[in-house]
């Protein structure tokens, strides 16, 4: 069975999920721990306050708390309270310690806000175009990369004619 990791990065100021799915994981277990495709991640530990969306299925190490949101509108409403939420976030991990941390408990007891059905159906409506636009091309700048990262050397060897 093959896992992705999920682990954030930040791809021009646009904060998102990445996969790393070189890693396969034979425990049947594991399947119980998927996060499914626009889930919301949350960096708690150090990082505190980096919001990501995934794009697939995958799972997170424990420096990350994650949120299935319950209908698929709610997701990018959730994503930008969460962003909004970084001071209150830091404020809350910031316990005395010398590494900011989040506990689970502390977060499953952040207080978001309660909106309206149709408020957040509009909301969507506007947004998500814009997201998955952003996301189209973050998949292109990451193929981009790759084929730059493939051609470089052989042309610098003279491998390849221009």
Do not use: W
């Not at 034979?26 to 495709?37: A, Q």
């Not at 697939?56 to 949101?69: A, D, L, R, W």
């Not at 506990?103 to 509009?122: G, H, I, R």
């Amino acid at each position: 069975m093959r896992i992705c990791y999920l682990h954030g990065r930040t791809t021009a100021g646009y904060q998102r999920c990445s996969q790393d799915c070189t890693s396969k994981v034979k425990d049947p277990g594991m399947k119980s721990l998927l996060l499914p495709s626009g889930s919301i991640c949350v960096s708690c530990i150090a990082t505190i306050g980096l919001v990501s969306i995934t794009t697939e299925e995958g799972v997170t190490n424990q420096q990350i708390n994650s949120i299935i949101p319950n209908k698929s509108e709610y997701t990018y409403f959730l994503y930008q309270f969460l962003k909004r939420s970084k001071k209150t976030l830091e404020a809350i991990g910031a316990g005395g310690s010398t590494t900011f941390i989040i506990n689970k408990t502390q977060f499953e007891n952040l207080e978001v806000p309660v909106a309206d059905d149709s408020k957040v159906t509009s909301f969507n409506y506007v947004v998500e175009p814009m997201y998955k636009k952003i996301l189209d091309v973050t998949k292109e700048n990451q193929k981009l990369t790759e084929m730059r990262d493939l051609l470089l050397p052989k042309l610098m060897k003279g491998e390849v004619r221009v």
